[in-house]
Nanobody
Framework: QVQLVESGGGLVQAGGSLRLSCAAS????????VAWFRQAPGKERELVAT???????NYPDSMKGRFTIARDNAKNTVSLQMNSLKPEDTARYYC????????????????WGQGTQVTVSS
C-alpha cells in the first residue's frame, strides 16, 4: 500500500520559514516524480514545485525564489523549504507522486498524501 505522509506544517509569522517533509512508502520511490501542491479555501489547487527521480527541479514562475524542493532517495523523503512566507501562502500543502515523468497537472499524479496545513499570520 502506497502512503505519502506530509509533516512540518504549522503557524508562522509573515517573513518566517517552514520546512515541510513528505515520507513515502510502498513504492519504488526512486522511480517517481514528486510534487508539492497547495490549496487554500475557496481557491484552486496550484503547483508549488516538482522534483524528478534524478533530482531535477521545476517551479512555476510564481513560486520561484522562496521555495526549494529536495529529495533523499535513500530515505524516501522529499522536503519543501519555504522562506519569506507571506499570508497568501496560507494553504494546505500536499505532496504527490507520479511514475517517471513530470507534469504540472495534478490530476495526472498517481498518489497523494493527506496534506499539512500552513498558516501564515500577518
Amino acid at each position: 500500500q502506497v502512503q505519502l505522509v506530509e509533516s512540518g506544517g504549522g503557524l508562522v509569522q509573515a517573513g518566517g520559514s517552514l520546512r515541510l517533509s513528505c515520507a513515502a512508502s510502498g513504492l519504488t520511490f526512486s522511480s517517481y516524480v514528486v510534487a508539492w501542491f497547495r490549496q487554500a479555501p475557496g481557491k484552486e489547487r496550484e503547483l508549488v514545485a516538482t522534483i524528478t527521480a534524478a533530482g531535477s527541479t521545476n517551479y512555476p514562475d510564481s513560486m520561484k525564489g522562496r521555495f526549494t524542493i529536495a529529495r533523499d532517495n535513500a530515505k524516501n523523503t522529499v522536503s519543501l523549504q519555504m522562506n519569506s512566507l507571506k499570508p497568501e501562502d496560507t494553504a494546505r500543502y500536499y505532496c504527490a507522486a507520479r511514475f517517471l515523468s513530470v507534469t504540472y497537472q495534478g490530476k495526472l499524479y498517481d498518489y497523494w498524501g493527506q496534506g499539512t496545513q500552513v498558516t501564515v499570520s500577518s
